[in-house]
């Protein structure tokens, strides 16, 4: 059973950075697929960035390709979200994801989900 945390939401300026992480307890994050999803209010919630397993290649939502990173931290057991160039149409609450598959952009691929991280973008 995998547990994961995330932290780093907050109010930011449009323009502004903002890196959110996700802490996993349990078994060691190196055996799953790791996704961030978002979700704002009134609408579904979509892939937003996905790490295979060995962290070695990630994939993005067309969206926010050159502005996002997802990257990972086996020592420390978390995944990160790099978020720079913010805009009003980001805001969303951001959950991490671990997976088993290669289905990256599947939001049933992930067994494993978050609380989510708010992250309001002001303009």
């Known amino acids: 059973q995998v547990q994961l945390v995330e932290s780093g939401g907050g109010l930011v300026q449009a323009g502004g950075s903002l890196t959110l992480s996700c802490v996993a307890s349990?078994?060691?994050?190196?055996?799953?697929?790791l996704g961030w999803f978002r979700q704002a209010t009134g609408k579904e919630r979509e892939f937003v960035g996905a790490?295979?397993?060995?962290?070695?290649?990630?994939y993005y939502a067309d969206s926010v390709k050159g502005r996002f990173t997802v990257s990972r931290d086996s020592a420390k057991n978390t995944v990160y979200l790099q978020m720079t160039n913010l805009q009003p149409d980001t805001t969303a609450v951001y959950s991490c994801?671990?997976?088993?598959?290669?289905?990256?952009?599947?939001?049933?691929?992930?067994?494993?989900w978050g609380q989510g991280t708010q992250v309001p973008v002001s303009s």
């Open positions: 349990g078994p060691s994050l190196s055996s799953y697929v």
């Open positions: 994801a671990a997976g088993s598959t290669n289905l990256y952009r599947l939001r049933s691929n992930y067994n494993y």
């Open positions: 790490s295979t397993r060995n962290g070695v290649y990630t």
